[in-house]
């Protein structure tokens, strides 16, 4: 009887234990934490000011078309799509971006774009339409330049672009191929114009910058089933089995926004600060040494049609991210900007040249912290077990459609 | 009682005295070592380094955004209390502890008059402790302070 009594008595404390076996409770401030990672805390799309087109419904419609148009290209065979592919997140899985030929960069994901101050991985772009008008005249990626860009315009969507931005202007002997960034002879026409001609020229180009602008406006971030998750915790519900987060993924969020220090400075709803930092990411094999955010901050200063030139607000005093740039310091120099980890599982490779091959390649990264290339590194090492990094993994997948 | 019985008994016991100690040891582990939100320690108004000026900070808005430039009014006074107008005030800081500067350059942008000077261009774009540093200029010469802040 006694012995019935202590096998039963065992039983129950064990079923007790194992309903409790499972994560502790998030105190107020890791809930608050968690909340403010999900998209319920996004703020709304921000203006941009220098895009009087950006969110007419019919600039994003030719917006759309002109992202996805090949003759946008010196071959006509690359478009905006052709790297930033449509059914994968708007990047391509490649360690480097193809376009005419290789890239030195990661293609970036588009989700959420229009929310970053600064766009490429060094930042040297500080709104969509200048980000989106850089690739048409790199010779690595479109390989095109700006006057047979306007005259493809005047040719084949005269009638669309005239209702948006108003007349076209006369392009009339202005050269087929012409701009100050392309080949000799290009460059040689460029300067053979006239400033009326290149002025309406740079007009058509900067439109066209504007209208692909006004589309990227909508490829806002989805909800996940972490963002499910957060919002069960906010409001104090259990969330539903399926959104619920098993004990491995709450552990590795617990890591994320605890030991990790992941949130240091994948922080805010698009877990990003938006800013560039160093952290001992080797460079790529057979490229050149990056100077990283150091350049970028010349580069972006330096562009005909950043927030403060005329094609922008034109006055420095209405730009403040250029106004309060931080334009030296050693912290610069091979600093990457923070990418959004939305999506992340499904886009391997990592790194601003894909350096790092999957996602435990890049905590295992973060947690040995090796030393910087040249200079010093943010990242501080990490004593993170194999279950641990496993769960950060396991974590990081619920960032991805269900 | 048999011996068989004494014994599970026993391991009864000891399982349940080893499992509730896990238990309770899981409950009461601290959890996420959570950035002091308080800032109780960290005072919003200095004497400078050498004693020339009393320098209060206070965020424009009652709070302080994290990711947003945004901008703080600095207010100078003489170790007596007088404002102190017309001085030129540098800005600086940084994370000591992640060994980078600010992600800015935040600049004065305005005199208010009466001491008051508006900082903008501040930009905390990670949680943790923050340094803001000014270097002051004014009549009674140059002088430097340096506040803490969490966010």
């Known amino acids: 009887m006694l012995l019935r009594a202590a096998v039963w008595l065992g039983l129950f404390w064990a079923i007790g234990l194992l309903a409790g076996c499972g994560p502790a409770p998030f ?85 959420g774009v229009a929310w970053s101050p600064f766009l490429f991985w060094d930042g040297r772009r500080d709104s969509l339409w200048a ?52 080949t000799r002879e290009q460059q040689a026409a460029w300067a053979s114009l006239g400033d009326a001609q290149r002025d309406g020229v740079d007009q058509v180009f900067v439109n066209l910058g504007k209208a692909i602008a006004a589309f990227e406006r909508s490829l806002t971030p989805q909800p996940t089933r972490f963002d499910r998750f957060a919002g069960a915790l906010a409001k104090g ?57 150091a350049d970028g901050v010349s580069k972006v200063l330096a562009d005909p049609f950043n927030c403060a030139g005329r094609f922008g607000s034109g006055r420095l005093e209405n730009c403040p991210e250029l106004l309060f740039i931080k334009k030296d310091g050693p912290e610069l120099l ?69 | 009682m048999s011996a068989s019985l004494r014994f599970l008994l026993a391991l009864l016991v000891l399982v349940v005295l080893v499992s509730g100690g896990f238990y309770v040891s899981d409950r009461l582990r601290p959890t996420a070592a959570a950035p002091a939100q308080a800032q109780a320690g960290l005072p919003r ?12 900070i206070e965020p424009e808005n009652a709070t302080v955004p994290q990711g947003e430039l945004h901008a703080w009014v600095l207010t100078l006074r003489t170790p007596d209390g007088k404002a102190v107008d017309g001085a030129e005030i540098a800005v600086d800081g940084g994370m000591p502890a992640h060994n980078h500067g600010l992600p800015t350059s935040p600049k004065v942008t305005a005199a208010l008059g009466e001491g008051r000077y508006r900082i903008d261009g501040v930009r905390f774009n990670m949680g943790g402790r923050w340094e803001l540093r000014f270097a002051i200029s004014g009549a009674a010469g140059t002088d430097a302070v340096a506040f803490d802040l969490d966010v």
């Open chain 2, 45 to 56: 108004t200095k004497p400078t380094v050498a004693g020339l000026y009393q320098v209060s």
């Open chain 1, 131 to 182: 980000q989106a008008l850089t690739p048409l005249e790199d010779a690595r990626e479109h390989a095109g330049n700006r006057a047979a860009y306007a005259h493809f315009i005047a040719g084949h969507f005269r009638e669309r672009y005239e209702r948006i931005f108003g007349p076209l202007p006369d392009l009339d002997g202005v050269p087929d191929n012409a701009g100050p960034l392309g």
């Open chain 1, 237 to 293: 519900e259990n969330p539903r089995s399926a959104d619920a987060l098993s004990d491995e993924e709450v552990q590795g969020l617990r890591l994320f926004i605890g030991k990790a220090n992941c949130i240091t400075c994948h922080n805010g709803p698009r877990f990003t600060d938006d800013h560039f930092h160093k952290t001992g990411v080797p460079d790529a094999a057979g490229l050149p040494a990056e100077s990283g955010r």
């Open chain 1, 27 to 111: 105190n107020e401030k890791e809930r608050a934490t968690i909340v403010s990672l999900s998209l319920s805390a996004l703020k709304p799309l921000p203006p941009d000011p220098t895009n009087a087109y950006a969110d007419q419904p019919g600039a994003a419609a030719l917006g759309a078309t002109l992202f996805f148009d090949t003759r946008l290209s010196r071959d006509g065979n690359v478009s905006c799509g052709t790297c930033h592919k449509i059914d994968r997140h708007f990047q391509d899985d490649l360690p480097l971006g193809v376009g005419v030929s290789t890239n030195n960069r990661r293609t970036m994901p588009l989700a």
């Open chain 1, 334 to 402: 091979r600093a990457f900007k923070t990418p959004s980890l939305r999506g992340v599982a499904d886009r391997p490779p990592y790194m601003h040249a894909g350096q790092i091959p999957d996602l435990a390649a890049v905590v295992d990264h973060y947690a040995r912290a090796p030393k910087a290339p040249a200079g010093h590194s943010e990242a501080e090492p990490l004593t993170l077990s194999e279950r641990e990094k496993a769960a950060l993994v396991a974590f990081l997948r619920t960032l991805s459609d269900p």
